[in-house]
């Protein structure tokens, strides 16, 4: 098993590779000015709305809604994981993919941190049978012996070192993510202190990381393993493995929980089919999981706003994965219930029965939507087909979007024609920028920093002039603190371009803010860009200024201010009065 790729080795990478290389290997790419543009490979279209940025390494799909770099167009057309598409990018490069751990080109064996894992796992199982605290609440939970057999479900004591003193040298499982060192001392802790332990496994069954619930009143009520070579919380799933051993053929569906309790209590029902997301938000790489394992995924969520909302990220993710028979469909738990209660309430055939009659995709979809308008009136009607067209635009050709936009052409009393019109041509920014339902306006000056923003992916090297970096990065100006660390990383790293700072940022909010603002088309004068972009950030340290001010002035209110207050009222005044401040 080779570990965590260094960022470094990405970064290197992605400067070495030319993307217009990579796709137009795969693709008809034309010129189209400072771009290259094609007919996109993700969606059937008649006009070309896949172009290739050269300055900045990526590509933008404005038909499907999907833009990145080299490596995830590798990973989007020939569907291929992480791993895979950078070594694929590494071979053409003539470079050996290193791992972090090991000694320049060579990769790190990480037989070791899975030793420890193994023995870590039969420690807690050991732990287990003779804490009679954890038995009992385990069977006050309604958990058989059986399923936490079944499972290799454990416990962790409450002890500083239990686990600890079972490694002599704990360099493994320090890596594994087991142990944590204090930097004064110089000695080694457990992770896990007091908790029910649920082993986490790969797809080839061995332990990968673990997750622990608590069995005191610790505030961290579950508490999973941190990232390690071995483990992304956002590429893996508890219970896939045990799911697959399950059935000898292809399963009819995955039901997709919250929990590592609803899991092995719906598999103690005799509902083996089940796995659990990581106390993280549905990815890409999950449903990617899924469905190379299930052609149907049923997510189960509760019932509350807070479940409809994190439903709705999930169909967002799974939109552009629905084709070819994929099918994705939408549970609902009735109020103060999650999986674990309601099988043994109602039982596992009335369970399964829930379970069939699960909202499709396309209903959730459109459900959602509808509830934003009044289907009655003509301005309704035409708002609805106005918040559709995005979802739509990221799926990809075939029945299941025919069949959206034939039900959406009924709700919206828009014939096939009107709608194909209103489907094909560029997808308009406003439209690229849309967020989920219920969201909130923009805030004053988001609009500065997004521009700003934009204007800085264009040209990177303007970062190096930005001054007064840490009074603007205090400011608190919504999406500062993603601008600030985007200049940071720009004068950290002068020659990289837009795609490289993306890559650093991938599977986090911030890559996906950068994401959404990479993805509207910018307008640009080449001339005026950094004259605009000087113009902006003279504009934001104008309103950080203000801000701080008026904060001075809300204080002189209750208190008389310090001589360095006011002073620095004094100085803001003077700075203000300025033709320009940066």
Aim: charged letters at 25%.
């Amino acid at each position: 098993m080779a570990g965590r790729i260094p960022d470094v080795f990405i970064q290197d990478l992605l400067s070495r590779t030319d993307i217009v290389e990579v796709i137009g290997s795969r693709l008809e790419l034309k010129r189209a000015g400072r771009e290259y543009k094609a007919l996109s490979p993700f969606s059937n279209e008649k006009s070309p709305s896949f172009f290739v940025s050269p300055a900045k390494q990526m590509f933008f799909d404005f038909s499907s809604g999907r833009n990145g770099t080299a490596i995830s167009f590798l990973m989007e057309f020939d569907r291929l994981s992480f791993v895979e598409a950078v070594e694929e990018l590494a071979k053409r490069a003539g470079l050996t993919v290193p791992r972090e751990g090991g000694r320049g080109g060579e990769q790190l064996v990480l037989e070791g941190p899975l030793d420890a894992l193994a023995a870590a796992e039969r420690f807690f199982r050991t732990q287990l049978r003779t804490h009679q605290p954890a038995i009992d609440y385990l069977k006050k939970r309604g958990l058989s012996g059986d399923t936490a057999k079944l499972y290799g479900i454990g416990y962790a004591p409450d002890s500083w070192d239990a686990l600890a003193q079972h490694f002599p040298d704990p360099t493994h499982a320090l890596t594994a993510g087991l142990l944590k060192k204090k930097e004064e001392t110089g000695r080694v802790f457990d992770v896990f202190r007091n908790r029910i332990m649920f082993p986490i496994r790969d797809t080839r069954g061995r332990v990968i990381a673990f997750g622990g619930r608590t069995l005191a009143n610790d505030p961290a009520k579950y508490l999973n393993s941190p990232e390690t070579p071995l483990f992304h919380k956002g590429r893996n799933l508890f219970g896939l493995y045990e799911a697959k051993q399950s059935s000898k053929s292809e399963l009819p569906f995955l039901l997709v929980v919250e929990g590592y309790m609803d899991v092995v209590m719906l598999a103690q029902h005799g509902i083996r089919n089940v796995v659990a997301t990581l106390g993280t938000a549905t990815t890409r790489e999950h449903l990617a999981l899924l469905f190379k394992s299930a052609a149907r995924v049923v997510f189960c969520f509760d019932g509350d706003r807070a479940g409809r909302s994190a439903a709705w990220r999930a169909l967002e993710q799974a939109l552009p994965e629905v084709y070819e028979g994929r099918e994705c469909r939408f549970m609902f738990l009735p109020e103060g219930h999650d999986p674990d209660t309601l099988v043994q309430e109602i039982g596992a055939d009335e369970f399964r029965s829930r379970v069939d009659q699960a909202m499709t995709l396309s209903d959730f979809l459109l459900g959602e939507l509808a509830k934003q308008v009044n289907l009655g009136t003509i301005d309704g009607r035409a708002r609805l087909a106005g918040l559709a067209r995005p979802h739509l635009e990221r799926m990809r050709e075939g029945p299941l979007r025919a069949l959206i936009a034939n039900e959406l052409g009924r709700l919206t009393r828009l014939n096939g024609e009107q709608l194909e019109a209103m489907l094909s041509g560029r997808q308009r920014p406003e439209d690229a920028a849309r967020p989920a339902p219920q969201s909130r306006p923009e805030m004053p000056g988001a609009r500065s920093i997004k521009r700003a923003l934009q204007l800085l992916l264009e040209r990177p090297e303007m970062a190096q002039k930005v001054e007064h970096v840490e009074q603007l990065a205090a400011s608190g100006q919504p999406g500062m603190d993603i601008l600030m660390e985007a200049v940071e990383f720009f004068r950290e790293h002068p020659h990289c371009h837009a795609g490289q700072l993306l890559e650093q940022w991938r599977d986090t909010p911030k890559g996906a803010a950068l994401n959404r603002i990479l993805g509207i088309e910018a307008e640009l004068d080449e001339a005026a860009v950094e004259h605009e972009f000087a113009d902006a950030m003279d504009l934001l340290r104008r309103r950080a200024l203000r801000d701080r001010m008026q904060a001075l002035a809300d204080a002189s209110r209750s208190r008389t201010l310090t001589s360095s207050e006011t002073a620095e009222w004094l100085q803001i005044e003077h700075q203000l009065s300025g033709a320009r401040l940066v």
